[in-house]
């Protein structure tokens, strides 16, 4: 029986330097989780026996289960935006053909089609995005960041939001852009056309009565014809809007190509008329020129977000993670990769920052948490142990050498 202990116990302390060694050479494996070995004692029990009882010997140990651990390793930042960390639980959730994976490693990069892809071309998945940005939540997709144009946009809507100083005098002229005489203030917005060409709305503010302002306006230096509207302030300076109808109808006049006349609204909603000096507080609208896409971002709940030559931005889609009630179940299928397993239990999706989930940080990589120190360590220890065993099996062979030899 000896024998057979120091066997186990040599076989253990073998399968123990592997999980040692294993660990050690993945030491600077980005995203890689260290496991260790966990062993179990052995009895012989006969049929109707428990094996109880004070002269119970063991006859040696075995291999339990080899268990990962799944602490935070370190985060390092990179130089590459699409590497990510995820500071907390949950996987990346890998789309390859169909088969999915999952993995803590964040070192992502984008294929000839735009795929956010890992080293050995898994694809990251997440929500997908309509032709407006917004994220679609339905099942998870490979991401892909495309290069496509975002196209022109006409301006439906505008906003000015302004101070005009009840100082100014009342101006009986008419109006005429080119005579500084004939307005009191001025100021100007760009707008789009359906071609995403860009056209300067001239706007000025001539004081009619008390409290009481008309707008002109002037597109590409060309007057509109009649008023854009009129505003109407209250004795404490607010607008009235009671007596003003907002927003007001614009219509532009425009040469061939475009879609003519651009008709937009302007709002003045929280206009003021104090007694300081004329400012504008807000210049707003929807419209935009094309753009390419330039940049993109990827914030901490996932989000990808999309930078455009024209100044917009727009989402390009959302991460998904996914968290296991049992991630030491999970198969380990090489290639920082794990797969789903009876143990683990089924993956719960849900989204960077969510409940059960860490947050991702771009430009970063989560470092491989095995602490070097310890794990060589533990190699000494487990060197050891074999050594122990292996001089219970010498022992027994001079003990058995010892009886043969008897007289």
Do not use: C
Request: proline content about 4%; cysteine-free.
């Amino acid at each position: 029986m000896s024998f057979q202990q120091g066997l186990s116990g040599l076989n253990a302390a073998s399968r123990n330097l592997d999980a040692i060694g294993n660990n050690v050479a993945n030491a600077s494996t980005v995203g890689f989780k260290s496991s260790g070995v966990v062993f179990a004692d052995v009895y012989a029990a006969s049929i109707g026996s428990t094996g109880a009882g004070g002269d119970a010997i063991g006859i040696g140990t075995q291999v339990a289960e080899v268990r990962g651990n799944f602490d935070q390793g370190n985060v390092s930042t990179t130089n590459n935006p699409l590497d990510m960390a995820i500071n907390g639980q949950g996987f990346f959730r890998l789309d390859t053909n169909g088969s999915i994976t999952y993995s803590r490693n964040g070192q992502f990069h984008l294929d000839k089609d735009g795929y956010i892809v890992n080293a050995n071309g898994n694809k990251l998945t997440g929500y997908g995005v309509d032709g407006l940005g917004n994220i679609l939540v339905a099942n998870p997709v490979p991401l892909q960041v495309s290069s496509a144009q975002l196209n022109a946009t006409q301006t439906s809507s505008a906003k000015i939001g302004l101070n005009l100083d009840a100082r100014d005098p009342v101006i009986s002229k008419p109006f005429d852009i080119k005579d500084a005489s004939t307005y009191d203030k001025a100021t100007s917005i760009t707008v789009y056309d359906s071609l995403g060409n860009a056209h300067a709305l001239a706007t000025y503010y001539v004081k009619t009565a008390a409290n009481k302002w008309s707008v002109y306006g002037a597109a590409d230096g060309a007057a509109i014809a009649a008023p854009l509207g009129t505003m109407t302030f209250k004795t404490d300076g607010t607008l009235d809007t009671t007596a003003t109808t907002l927003p007001f109808n614009v219509s532009v006049p425009l040469a061939a190509g475009p879609t003519t006349p651009l008709n937009f609204k302007l709002d003045y909603t929280g206009s003021t008329q104090y007694a300081s000096n004329f400012s504008v507080d807000t210049l707003w609208q929807d419209g935009f020129a094309p753009g390419m896409l330039s940049g993109y971002g990827i914030s901490d709940d996932g989000t990808i977000l999309g930078r455009y030559s024209n100044g917009q931005s727009r989402n390009l889609g959302q991460i998904v993670l996914s968290n296991f009630k049992n991630p030491q179940g999970l198969a380990m299928l090489g290639n920082n990769a794990y797969g789903e397993s009876a143990e683990s239990g089924q993956p719960l999706p849900g989204v960077p920052g969510g409940s059960n989930f860490g947050v991702i940080q771009s430009g970063a990589v989560e470092d491989s948490n095995v602490d070097l120190t310890q794990e060589l360590v533990n190699m000494i220890t487990a060197q050891r142990v074999y050594q122990a065993n292996a001089q219970t099996v010498k022992t027994q062979d001079q003990v058995l050498n010892t009886l043969v030899n008897l007289r």
